[in-house]
């Protein structure tokens, strides 16, 4: 069973930083596509960074270009998401979802999601 539990949510300013933990179990972590996705109140569910552990490529949405930074350690199973001058518009549950396919995860159609963090930044 896939298991995908997040981690490091919390209230920041503006300006401010969080690191997002999500630790997996439960398929091949070195060969699926794991990432990011964030939904605010009132919107749509949207991806925001992904990386493809078969190759290493990655992807970021363009308002978190230059902000963000996904990364994995695949020893442990856990991927995180570094967020550096965190914007309010940032504020959204980020979830945590994989699949084996890299593009069918970044359209959002992961197999696997966890049940999400929220993260809150104040202006």
């Known amino acids: 069973e896939v298991q995908l539990v997040e981690s490091g949510g919390g209230v920041v300013q503006a300006g401010g930083s969080l690191r997002l933990s999500c630790v997996a179990s439960?398929?091949?972590?070195?060969?699926?596509?794991i990432g990011w996705f964030r939904q605010a109140p009132g919107r749509e569910r949207e991806a925001v960074a992904c990386?493809?552990?078969?190759?290493?490529?990655?992807y970021y949405t363009d308002s978190v270009q230059g902000r963000f930074s996904i990364s994995t350690d695949n020893a442990k199973n856990v991927v995180y998401l570094q967020m550096n001058n965190l914007k309010p518009e940032d504020t959204a549950v980020y979830y945590c979802a994989t699949d084996r396919f890299f593009l069918k995860l970044w359209g959002g159609r992961g197999n696997d999601w966890g049940k999400g963090t929220l993260v809150t930044v104040s202006s």
């Open positions: 439960g398929f091949s972590f070195e060969t699926y596509a």
């Open positions: 990386k493809n552990n078969k190759d290493g490529t990655i």
